[in-house]
């Protein structure tokens, strides 16, 4: 399976970004797909998470009711749309495959089986 993140830019404080992630290869099923960041200096932390049918979503608190993730089943494409974005959310941002897997809860990052290369978003104040 490989994962291409794409979206990621430069943006003023409150402004918006859509990265996608692009999985490609082995045909999946019951899988939770999430996103995760890694701010400069800092560890990797979860940021949202997505059933393999859409069904369930879960967001890090940091991020709730300003980012949404979604998901194009037929594509095999992932989506997280970010509003009214802050500085603190500077970060490399990873998307990344749990098979198999189900979202209950926040995605521990040590379970991901397959991860993408990342792609650099940067908010200026």
């Known amino acids: 399976v490989q994962l291409v993140e794409s979206g990621g830019g430069l943006v003023q404080t409150g402004g918006s970004l859509r990265l996608s992630c692009a999985a490609s290869g082995r045909v999946l099923s019951a899988y939770a797909m999430g996103w995760f960041r890694q701010p400069p200096g800092k560890e990797r932390e979860f940021v949202a998470a997505i059933n393999w049918n859409g069904g369930t979503t879960v967001y890090a608190e940091s991020v709730q009711g300003r980012f949404t993730v979604s998901r194009d089943h037929a594509l095999n494409t992932m989506h997280l749309q970010m509003n009214n974005l802050k500085p603190e959310d500077t970060a490399v941002y990873y998307c990344?495959?749990?098979?198999?897997?189900?979202?209950?809860?926040?995605?521990?990052?040590?379970?991901?089986?397959?991860w993408g290369k990342g792609t650099l978003v940067t908010v200026s104040s």
């Open positions: 990344a495959v749990d098979f198999p897997g189900r979202v209950t809860g926040p995605l521990n990052a040590d379970d991901m089986d397959y």
